[in-house]
C-alpha cells in the first residue's frame, strides 16, 4: 500500500481501508498521506505530459491523470469518472488589466460534468466508497455538493442521500440532485447544522459523508492545481486565489502544491489567498487575530456557495496557508456581484462566489500584497448558471442593498418594429 490516513495534529495513522473522517485519539482532521519515497521514484513532469490527451479511463480525467498523487492503489475498475477535470485556463486581457496584475489566468472549475469542483471531490469519495464496499453516500450541501453526489453516486451505483437547507435552495441544484436519482431532504436549518446532522445520521447508519471533512474529497481536488501546473507547463504563478467557505478546496490546494513542490514537479511555491465573502468570514478574522481565536459566525451573503460560518476544515486551511505564505481577504456583496458581471460579460461567466477571486486579486493588488507584475491563477469555482436570480436581479437593479455598477438590463418591447427600433437605436451591448 503506497497510501495511509493520517492526523494533521498528532500524527496517528490508520489503514486507509477505514470509514473515518478524524483522528480517534484528537479528534484532529485526517489526510491523505502518500508514500512521498516511492512518488519521488514514480512520479515526473515526463511522466504526467505522457498521459496527456489520453483516450482511455481512467487517464482521460483530470482528477486520474494523476492517480499515483490521489489513490495510487485503488483498482481501476472501481473508479468512478465522468471524466472530470480538464478544464481550461482563460486568460482575458480585459480582466487581466482590471485586476491590475501582469498576467491573470483563471482556471474554471465550473466546466466540470456537474458545473462545479465538486465533481474533482466526488471522484475520489465515491471511488473510495466503492473501494470499502459501501453502498449509501451521503452529504449537507448549499447546492454544488449535492448534484455532485446524487451524479456520481448513482453513476458508480450508489444509493445518495443529500441534506438541504430548506430556504434560499439553489433551484437549479435541487433539480440537478433530485433528477440523478439522490434522495433529497430538506431540513429547517442552515448549512452549518446540516452538516452536524449528516455527520450524526453518518456514523448512525454507517453512511459514508462525502462533504470536504472526508479526506479522499480532498486528494480529488488537489488534481486543480497538478492540471494548472501541467497547463502553465510546470512553472508555477506567484499566487493563486481562490473563495473560502468551508475551506477544503484551498486546504487540498496546500496540501497539492507542498508535494508537488516536495518531489520536484514545481521549483516554487505559490502563495495562496483565500478570500471570503465579508458576511461569512470567520477565517478572515481569525487571520486578524494570527490564527489566535477563531469564532464561527453567523453567514449572510449573496454568494449562496461559500455561505458557511463554522468551516470544518479551518485547521487544514491555516496550515495551507503556513505552508504557503499566503493571504486571507474579505469583499462585500457589492464587490463580488461586480467582478461577477465583469467575468460574465467576457463570455466566461461564472456563480456569484466564484467571484471572489478577481474581487480578491483587485483589492490585494490595491493593497500592495499581490505585485503588479506578478502571475496570478484566480479559481472559477462554479458554473454561471447557479443562482440565475441572483445574476437577474442584480442587471435590472433589484438586488437589495447592491448598485449595479455593470448592469445589462432587460428591455421590454411591443411585438412592433417601431417599438424594436427604438430599443436597438439606444441599447448598448456592455461589452468593451
Ligand atoms: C461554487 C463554489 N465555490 C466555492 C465553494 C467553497 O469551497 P470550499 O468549501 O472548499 O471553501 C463552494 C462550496 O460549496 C462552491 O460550491
Ligand atoms: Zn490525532
Redesign the pocket.
Known amino acids: 500500500m503506497h497510501s495511509i490516513l493520517q492526523c494533521m495534529d498528532c500524527g496517528q495513522h490508520y489503514p486507509v481501508d477505514r470509514m473515518m473522517y478524524t483522528c480517534e485519539h484528537c479528534g484532529g482532521l485526517l489526510d491523505v498521506q502518500h508514500d512521498m519515497d516511492w512518488l519521488r521514484k514514480t512520479v515526473s513532469r515526463e511522466f504526467f505530459d505522457k498521459r496527456l490527451g489520453s483516450l482511455d479511463a481512467p487517464y482521460n480525467s483530470g482528477v486520474w491523470r494523476y492517480k499515483e498523487m490521489v489513490y495510487p492503489d485503488v483498482p481501476d475498475e472501481l473508479i468512478v469518472s465522468r471524466p472530470e477535470g480538464n478544464t481550461p485556463l482563460y486568460s482575458q486581457p480585459s480582466l487581466t488589466a482590471w485586476a491590475g496584475v501582469g498576467k491573470l489566468y483563471l482556471k474554471h472549475e465550473?466546466e466540470n460534468p456537474t458545473g462545479?469542483?465538486?465533481d474533482r471531490g466526488m471522484t475520489g469519495g465515491v471511488t473510495h466508497a466503492r473501494a470499502l464496499g459501501i453502498k449509501r453516500v451521503a452529504c449537507a450541501?448549499?447546492?454544488?455538493?449535492s448534484a455532485s453526489l446524487a451524479a456520481y453516486a448513482a453513476f458508480g451505483g450508489l444509493n445518495g442521500i443529500v441534506f438541504f437547507q430548506n430556504k434560499q435552495i439553489a433551484l437549479g441544484k435541487l433539480a440537478q440532485a433530485i433528477a440523478y436519482g439522490a434522495i433529497g431532504i430538506q431540513i429547517n436549518a442552515d448549512f452549518d447544522r446540516n452538516i452536524q446532522l449528516v455527520r450524526e445520521v453518518g456514523e448512525k447508519f454507517g453512511i459514508y459523508i462525502l462533504n470536504?471533512i472526508n479526506p479522499f474529497r480532498l486528494e480529488g481536488?488537489k488534481s486543480i492545481m497538478f492540471e494548472a501546473m501541467q497547463q502553465l507547463r510546470w512553472k508555477a504563478p506567484d499566487w493563486i486565489v481562490?473563495?473560502?467557505?468551508?475551506?477544503?478546496?484551498?486546504?487540498?490546494f496546500g496540501k497539492a502544491l507542498y508535494e508537488m513542490h516536495a518531489l520536484g514537479l514545481i521549483d516554487k511555491l505559490p502563495s495562496i489567498a483565500i478570500i471570503q465573502a465579508e458576511g461569512a468570514n470567520p477565517l478572515y478574522r481569525s487571520y486578524e487575530s494570527h490564527f489566535e481565536h477563531f469564532e464561527p459566525v453567523h453567514a449572510e451573503t449573496v454568494a449562496t456557495?461559500?455561505k458557511?460560518g463554522n468551516?470544518v476544515?479551518f485547521k487544514k486551511a491555516v496550515r495551507a496557508l503556513r505552508w504557503t505564505e499566503g493571504t486571507v481577504e474579505q469583499v462585500d456583496d457589492q464587490e463580488i456581484m461586480d467582478a461577477k458581471a465583469l467575468i460574465d460579460r467576457t463570455g466566461i461567466g461564472c456563480?456569484p462566489?466564484?467571484a471572489c477571486s478577481l474581487a480578491g486579486v483587485q483589492k490585494l493588488v490595491k493593497q500592495g500584497v499581490i505585485k503588479p507584475h506578478e502571475t496570478v491563477v484566480g479559481i472559477l469555482?462554479?458554473h454561471v448558471l447557479?443562482d440565475p436570480e441572483a445574476t437577474i436581479d442584480y442587471h435590472n437593479g433589484k438586488l437589495e442593498g447592491i448598485v449595479a455598477n455593470y448592469p445589462n438590463r432587460l428591455y421590454q418591447s411591443e411585438p412592433t418594429i417601431e417599438s424594436l427600433s427604438r430599443i436597438l437605436e439606444q441599447a448598448q451591448s456592455p461589452v468593451q
Open positions: 465550473g462545479s469542483f465538486k450541501s448549499t447546492g454544488n455538493t470536504s481536488q481562490c473563495p473560502g467557505g468551508n475551506l477544503g478546496n484551498s486546504s487540498a456557495a461559500i458557511i468551516p476544515n456563480e462566489a466564484s469555482t462554479g447557479k
